[in-house]
């Protein structure tokens, strides 16, 4: 029997190089993209570290032909693909009346038809191992967030096109997870695209007090082992999803509040 195999879209940083760790640990072969080379080679060289069975795939996820040759490179690297993390993604940070509509194509790019394209490419491989698929989302896919009116779209865009799909492959066997992280230390924020396209730079809020990247991968392994539908972490993003659920009206001046705290750089 070959080994159990995961793909790791964006496994280089963050969740993504968490979860690398993490499924390694459980006995996975990892295979992880990224589009930066240093990246990669780092995660590679943790991952080597780790005694763990690895491949290292230079790709941008949002481009159709690159995430199909991720996939058949880990195909043909271990034999089988048994999860598939549509992780990769990027933030924003700009009011939608400042932002270029570039800002707002590059996210439903990355974060949604990421996913739709890694998703196709892997589905027949994920159908023969009767596999799962998981989607990093976010608490923004549950409740729109200001200043990441495109982040939010594309992972409202995420979690309905994983709701469908679950049900569709429901008789195939094929598993299906939709993970939502809240605030998690990461790079994320510092990657943030800024009203103009160009990554903010730093992070606004202070990360050391988020949950970490660590602690939302072995949430995700756990997740998948028992073959969960959804995943909300943190306290803070449970509560949104609920209030937004049943009390929308006072969730909308909570969430703006929150907003204008971060845009005066007073939230810690
Ligand atoms: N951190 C949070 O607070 C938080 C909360 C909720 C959800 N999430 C979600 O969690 C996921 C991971 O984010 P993170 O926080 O771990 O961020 P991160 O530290 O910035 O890591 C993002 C990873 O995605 C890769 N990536 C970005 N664009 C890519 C592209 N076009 N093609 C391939 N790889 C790409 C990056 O590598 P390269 O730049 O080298 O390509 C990197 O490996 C994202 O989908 C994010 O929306 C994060």
Request: charged share 20%; net charge positive; hydrophobic share 50%.
């Given at each position: 029997?070959?080994?159990k195999t995961?793909?790791?879209?964006?496994?280089?940083?963050g969740?993504?190089?968490?979860?690398?760790?993490?499924?390694g640990?459980?006995?996975y072969?990892?295979?992880v993209t990224g589009?930066?080379?240093a990246?990669?080679?780092?995660?590679a060289q943790?991952l080597?570290?780790?005694?763990?069975?690895?491949?290292?795939?230079q790709?941008?996820?949002?481009?159709?032909?690159?995430?199909?040759r991720?996939?058949?490179?880990?195909?043909a690297?271990?034999?089988?693909?048994?999860?598939?993390?549509n992780?990769a993604?990027?933030?924003?940070?700009?009011?939608f009346?400042?932002?270029?509509?570039a800002v707002?194509?590059?996210?439903?790019?990355t974060?949604?038809?990421?996913t739709?394209?890694t998703t196709?490419?892997a589905?027949?491989?994920?159908?023969a191992?009767k596999?799962?698929?998981v989607?990093?989302s976010?608490?923004a896919g549950?409740?729109?967030?200001p200043?990441?009116?495109?982040y939010s779209?594309?992972?409202?865009?995420?979690n309905?096109?994983?709701?469908a799909?679950?049900?569709?492959?429901?008789p195939?066997?094929v598993h299906?997870?939709?993970?939502?992280?809240g605030?998690?230390?990461?790079?994320i924020?510092a990657?943030?695209?800024?009203?103009?396209?160009?990554?903010?730079?730093?992070?606004?809020?202070?990360?050391?007090?988020?949950m970490?990247?660590?602690?939302?991968?072995?949430?995700?392994l756990?997740?998948?082992?028992?073959r969960r539908r959804t995943l909300?972490?943190?306290a803070?993003?449970k509560l949104t999803v609920?209030l937004?659920k049943?009390?929308?009206g006072?969730?909308?001046?909570l969430?703006?509040?929150?907003?204008?705290?971060?845009?005066a750089?007073?939230?810690q």
């Amino acid at each position: 029997m070959s080994q159990k195999t995961v793909l790791i879209t964006g496994g280089t940083s963050g969740i993504g190089r968490a979860c690398a760790l993490a499924f390694g640990r459980a006995g996975y072969a990892v295979a992880v993209t990224g589009r930066d080379d240093a990246r990669l080679a780092a995660a590679a060289q943790a991952l080597a570290a780790a005694g763990i069975a690895h491949l290292a795939v230079q790709a941008d996820v949002g481009d159709e032909a690159a995430a199909a040759r991720a996939v058949e490179a880990t195909v043909a690297r271990f034999g089988r693909l048994d999860v598939l993390l549509n992780n990769a993604g990027i933030s924003m940070r700009a009011r939608f009346q400042d932002a270029d509509l570039a800002v707002i194509k590059r996210l439903m790019q990355t974060n949604f038809f990421g996913t739709v394209f890694t998703t196709k490419f892997a589905l027949p491989h994920l159908l023969a191992s009767k596999g799962s698929i998981v989607g990093i989302s976010s608490i923004a896919g549950y409740r729109g967030l200001p200043g990441r009116t495109g982040y939010s779209a594309s992972k409202f865009a995420m979690n309905g096109f994983l709701e469908a799909l679950r049900t569709e492959l429901l008789p195939q066997g094929v598993h299906v997870l939709t993970a939502a992280p809240g605030f998690t230390a990461s790079n994320i924020r510092a990657g943030a695209l800024a009203a103009d396209g160009a990554a903010q730079g730093e992070s606004p809020r202070d990360e050391g007090a988020m949950m970490s990247s660590e602690a939302v991968a072995d949430a995700i392994l756990r997740a998948v082992a028992a073959r969960r539908r959804t995943l909300v972490l943190t306290a803070q993003g449970k509560l949104t999803v609920f209030l937004n659920k049943w009390l929308p009206g006072l969730t909308d001046r909570l969430v703006l509040q929150h907003f204008q705290k971060e845009e005066a750089g007073e939230m810690q």
